[in-house]
């Protein structure tokens, strides 16, 4: 499929948007790629009045992430890390965890090797480029933070089983995922400019994914209903965590154990 992407990475993120006739097909890369500079401006503008402070929303989830994965594994990696605003807050939460992250384009990158210089970072263009990169069964943690919908569908279930052979037996894979019954989703969603082309994942199709792969002990929970701070929020959140009208869900999975 070819679709039209609408970008100028100049002077003003705004400006993005605009038509600049830059044709590319099926690209992720090509789009962050250009989006990389002004990504954090760009999601910004999206939220409106929930994007004031970004690290709120990675802090979120990789605290979340922590409660989910008590134990701390010896690698970590956050698949499809973008331009790195979760890996600072990984290497704080998992200290004694080695991490590395992976994305599809080389600007951003760039700017996620400012954010975490000690993490071990890799361009991976495809499933095959991805597990000629990493050993089998070499990360006790995988992350994958809002990453599945922007791949196209022919390939997700390729992705997934490069991921479960990288994912050590016994380990855990971490999804998030926007909430496609969540209409305000839904609205940002539909506006994003580098969400163009993408299609929302439902819970249910991710659960099928996950186990067509082969993953196991599926958990899952509707997350991110009060978008700021504040413990009190955090614990009406577990409350709520079966109903379907949080901004985000997250699913857990795991790889069998050697003989399971």
């Not at 890996?87 to 600007?107: A, K, T, W």
């Not at 991805?130 to 992350?143: M, P, Q, V």
């Not at 933070?145 to 922007?150: E, S, T």
């Not at 409350?239 to 795991?254: E, M, V």
Request: glycine share 10%; hydrophobic share 40%.
């Amino acid at each position: 499929m070819t679709r039209q992407i609408e970008f100028d990475p100049g002077k003003d993120a705004k400006n993005w948007a605009k038509h600049k006739n830059t044709i590319v097909k099926d690209s992720n890369a090509a789009v962050f790629d250009a989006a990389a500079g002004a990504y954090d401006q760009l999601q910004r503008d999206n939220l409106g009045c929930f994007g004031g402070d970004l690290s709120f929303f990675a802090e979120y989830k990789i605290a979340l992430t922590r409660k989910l994965v008590p134990n701390e594994p010896e690698n970590i990696l956050e698949f499809g890390c973008g331009v790195g605003r979760n890996l600072p807050f990984l290497q704080h939460y998992f200290p004694n965890s080695r991490i590395s992250g992976c994305d599809v384009s080389g600007e951003s990158l760039a700017l996620a090797g400012k954010a975490a210089p000690e993490a071990d970072l890799a361009l991976t263009a495809d499933p095959e480029d991805f597990l000629r990169c990493y050993a089998r069964s070499a990360f006790g943690l995988i992350t994958a933070v809002c990453v599945l919908h922007h791949i196209p569908e022919k390939t997700r279930a390729d992705w997934l089983s490069a991921l479960y052979a990288t994912l050590r037996p016994g380990g855990t894979l971490l999804i998030f995922e926007h909430n496609p019954y969540n209409p305000l989703t839904r609205r940002i969603f539909n506006t994003c400019p580098f969400d163009a082309g993408a299609k929302m994942l439902s819970p249910g199709a991710a659960r099928n994914l996950l186990r067509h792969t082969g993953f196991v002990d599926l958990f899952g929970r509707y997350t991110l209903f009060f978008p700021w701070r504040g413990k009190a929020w955090r614990g009406l959140e577990t409350a709520l965590g079966r109903l379907p009208l949080g901004g985000q869900y997250f699913l857990k999975a795991g790889r069998p154990e050697a003989g399971a």
